[in-house]
């Protein structure tokens, strides 16, 4: 998505006026995107100001064109500067820019990973400039299919006006050279150097082509976390760490290979809401430590049953997938440090018990390993079983003498579902009644969201996407009992049936398939056990009725939940801290499953008003986001 751009000249002008960082921000906010800090004016004014000197070079035409903040497609992720156009030769380039105020930056032990001052921290760990530079690069490679049929070329560097030169060696040496090499590095004594760099990649206006495919080109579907893992364990990097995602995984893996010498113990706390990538950074760093005890568990039987299934579509023995891939139960009689890493995904749902087994699941994962990590969302806890919790983890922690690693360099907060919009899940928080929100009017709904008035236009909308890829699902909120449990799924019984027609079995009745896999499940309704830590292109949600509009307002009603529902146990709420805790739970599960789609999610809600609510406040937001 393009939000500030225009020739060199028209660029160039703009700085000179004194006038880039206002329309800068007035840009963004018009896109719904707060960028109006003191501090991210005053990036915008110093760093384009350098830039502006960059781009003087008179052998740089100046009709080619100057992109600033720059989505990149599927992320939410900006490129603070990008410069396109033609060679000498006439090959269509661009050049990736990441610009940086630094003064001053300390090398670390951790590949492409970098301590400096960030907001007030003077050792906050972060990416690389070259790393961060490069991965921007090859992100955009990856999702636009229309910069390898047009054999564009993406050159990414850093440029760091405000870093002197004395100071090179401690970010442009051999541990970082690699990376320095993929994106070199510009100091603030490079101007001349940087500007012969774009002078030698883009020199001859284009019209805006390079520009123009970059952001509206054919935009290759995301690859799912599920269809990547045969490819992964065989060694093959399919993701490209991002940001925290970055040091995140490099904090991990040094612990790992460090922990047997110190013969001390880690817990890693990594926070992340829904399509931030949590269970990519997990499942690469069991590819990576592959030379190590290490295991990936869940609770949830979802992920683990598809994992299973991929690997052994590629041929992998089953004693192979049950030790890289475990139930959070499996750790009961565990002796202490047996693996060098436990990488627990979906912390949030760990219990204390699973059918009367066991004592609490993140004590016996701590004890059980060296460096143990766990991956949560404590707003996508769904039941009132689910005990991982920071002030859960951090007590057993403490209890078994282990060091907890948690701070903001390793918390996910890149979006990379629901097509990068970040401001899709803050309208869930909002529209949900979750959490207030800063501004209910300046969402960025960058995504396919629509309400429909019955269920059957949603499934008929859904099958055509589905009909692609066998991609796209329906789920809904435990409300509809499941009656055909045990039954064969041709003998005429349904669970979920609207008058419009809509008939549906829950997901698999008679457990002979996997939901997110077989091509027959489109048929049939998931829930939030077969769900929640996957993801499908296009999701559709039927709400029912334990959440409505009242009174201007969104209520739960646990009451309606079906009677196998055993998230909620208790369906007579006698205090105030049940009533709060059923409405979280509610919520949470909604908001999970409404955070499923890569590309789209499609409603249907049981209550007409909650049904006619929500498509107002979409409607309405799309109405701004058109103008």
Not at 167 to 189: Q, T
Not at 421 to 431: E, I, P, Q, R, T
Request: with cysteine; glycine share 6%.
């Amino acid at each position: 998505m393009l939000i500030y751009y225009g020739t060199k000249n028209e660029f160039n002008q703009d700085v000179r006026k004194g006038i880039i960082s206002d329309k800068i921000v007035s840009l963004l906010k018009d896109h719904y995107i707060s960028s109006d800090t003191p501090s991210a004016v005053g990036a915008f004014k110093n760093s384009l100001r350098c830039m502006s000197v960059v781009l003087e070079n008179k052998n740089i035409d100046d009709r080619v064109n100057v992109a600033v903040e720059f989505q990149i497609p599927l992320t939410g992720l900006r490129v603070d500067c990008l410069v396109s156009g033609k060679d000498h030769r006439g090959n269509d380039n661009a050049v990736i820019v990441e610009l940086k105020q630094w003064q001053d930056a300390e090398q670390t032990l951790l590949p492409g990973v970098v301590t400096t001052m960030l907001g007030g921290n003077p050792r906050r760990a972060t990416n690389h400039p070259s790393y961060q530079a490069y991965s921007y690069a090859t992100t955009i490679k990856l999702f636009n299919q229309s910069v390898y049929e047009n054999n564009i070329g993406i050159y990414p560097c850093a440029f760091l006006h405000n870093f002197p030169e004395t100071k090179r060696s401690k970010i442009d040496n051999d541990f970082y050279r690699d990376f320095v090499n993929e994106a070199p590095l510009f100091l603030e004594n490079d101007i001349d150097q940087l500007s012969e760099y774009i002078q030698n990649r883009v020199s001859i206006p284009d019209g805006g082509r390079v520009l123009n495919i970059l952001d509206k080109g054919k935009i290759k579907p995301a690859k799912a976390l599920q269809d990547a893992l045969l490819s992964m364990i065989n060694g093959k990097e399919e993701f490209v760490m991002l940001r925290e995602q970055k040091v995140a995984f490099e904090t991990v893996k040094a612990l790992v290979e460090t922990t047997r010498r110190s013969n001390k113990k880690y817990t890693v706390i990594i926070q992340g809401g829904p399509g931030t990538g949590k269970s990519v950074v997990a499942i690469n760093l069991l590819c990576k430590l592959s030379k190590y005890l290490c295991c990936y568990t869940t609770k949830n039987a979802a992920p683990k049953k598809v994992f299973a299934a991929q690997l052994r579509n590629g041929h992998k023995t089953m004693a192979y997938i049950n030790a890289l891939f475990k139930g959070a139960g499996s750790f009961i009689d565990t002796p202490s440090n047996t693996y060098d890493c436990i990488l627990a995904d979906e912390a949030h749902r760990l219990v204390k018990k699973m059918m009367f087994h066991g004592e609490n699941q993140v004590k016996e994962i701590i004890n059980a390993a060296r460096v143990s990590v766990f991956f949560l969302d404590e707003d996508q806890r769904i039941s009132d079983q689910d005990i991982g919790s920071i002030d859960e983890i951090k007590k057993w922690a403490d209890h078994f003498g282990s060091t907890v690693k948690m701070d903001e360099a390793i918390n996910l907060k890149s979006q990379f579902r629901c097509n990068g919009s970040d401001g899709y899940l803050a309208f869930l928080d909002d529209v949900l009644e979750i959490r207030e929100t800063a501004n209910k009017d300046w969402f960025d709904i960058n995504y396919d969201l629509r309400v429909y008035e019955n269920p059957c236009d949603m499934k008929r909308d859904l099958k055509v996407f589905n009909d692609i890829n066998n991609k796209s699902r329906m789920i809904a909120g435990y409300c509809y009992p499941w009656i055909s449990k045990n039954r064969s799924n041709d003998d005429g019984v349904f669970d979920i049936e609207f008058p419009c027609g809509f008939k549906a079995k829950w997901n698999f009745a008679d457990g002979g398939a996997i939901f997110a896999l077989d091509k027959n499940s489109f048929e049939q309704v998931g829930c939030i056990h077969t769900t929640q830590g996957l993801e499908f292109d296009y999701v559709g949600i039927i709400i029912g009725n334990d959440m409505r509009y009242e009174n201007g307002h969104i209520v739960t009603d646990v009451t309606q939940r079906a009677p196998e529902d055993m998230t909620l146990r208790k369906r007579n709420l006698k205090t105030e801290s049940e009533r709060r805790l059923a409405d979280t739970i509610i919520k949470n599960t909604y908001r999970t499953l409404l955070s499923r789609g890569q590309k789209g999610c499609y409603i249907f809600c049981q209550d007409q008003k909650l049904g006619d609510y929500l498509k107002n406040r979409i409607t309405q937001l799309q109405r701004q986001n058109a103008n």
